[in-house]
């Protein structure tokens, strides 16, 4: 399995302002993947990091409140951009073997919007 | 579209006792990975046991079993021995190759002492 690095673990953030969460991997991968956590809720995909071309977004999230980078490899970041309490949740990093068949996640990055 | 559906939002078990967490899928698919993690209040989504589909044979990790039933579309997981490092919430999930992630709504266990 991969070490997976999230860096901030938890913030509390101002509305109106943006984050931006980092993701570093310990060897090459090939998926990376960004997930949303609401409070109480279940995780929900958010997009798919490519290395080198623009992110997939999933239904509901867009690039311009949610811009992701991966310029190699081993390291993507997400923003939360224009944050409102609504985007108050856990953020997860998250990447999948080369045979796109397991999914481990990073520790989670708590924002808390006020 | 895949569906993972858990049954039980909240369980609860002695400690040391044995206790199984429902998970049911809906796939047309024929090949396929089913998982569950577990979620402590550390926020972390930790691997706690995979299944892959085209295999008859039940995973089991340690403490940790699971109950594949590939015709009824059933995953259940079993938890031997509970420990109160045990209490977390735990989420089916359902993967085909190179697909993304589907969750169920996840099970609050609490491990009683």
């Known amino acids: 399995s991969a070490v997976i690095s999230q860096k901030p673990s938890r913030d509390i953030c101002q509305r109106g302002t943006s984050l931006t969460i980092q993701c570093q991997v310990d060897s090459q991968v090939t998926m990376m993947f960004w997930y949303r956590q609401q409070p109480g809720q279940s995780l929900t995909l958010i997009a798919t990091?490519?290395?080198?071309?623009?992110?997939?977004?999933e239904s509901g999230f867009v690039i311009d409140k949610f811009p992701i980078s991966r310029p190699n490899l081993t390291f993507s970041t997400l923003t939360v951009s224009n944050m409102s309490p609504e985007d108050s949740s856990i953020y997860l990093c998250?990447?999948?073997?080369?045979?796109?068949?397991?999914?481990?996640f990073g520790e989670g990055s708590w924002l808390t919007v006020v | 579209a895949q569906t993972v559906t858990q049954s039980q939002p909240e369980m609860s078990v002695q400690e040391a006792e044995t206790v199984t967490l429902s998970c049911t899928y809906d796939t047309s698919e024929s090949n396929y990975y089913l998982f569950w993690y577990k979620q402590p209040p550390s926020r972390q989504m930790i691997l706690v046991i995979r299944?892959?589909?085209?295999?008859?044979q039940n995973a089991t990790e340690n403490r940790f079993s699971v109950n594949f039933q590939k015709a009824a579309k059933s995953f259940s997981l079993k938890i031997s021995d509970s420990q109160l490092g045990d209490t977390a919430m735990y989420f089916c999930?359902?993967?085909?190759?190179?697909?993304?992630?589907?969750f169920g709504t996840g099970t609050r266990l609490a491990v009683r002492p």
């Open positions: 990091a490519n290395q080198g071309s623009e992110a997939t977004y």
């Open positions: 999930a359902f993967i085909r190759s190179g697909d993304k992630l589907t």
């Open positions: 998250s990447v999948g073997t080369a045979s796109g068949n397991t999914i481990y």
């Open positions: 299944q892959e589909a085209y295999k008859q």
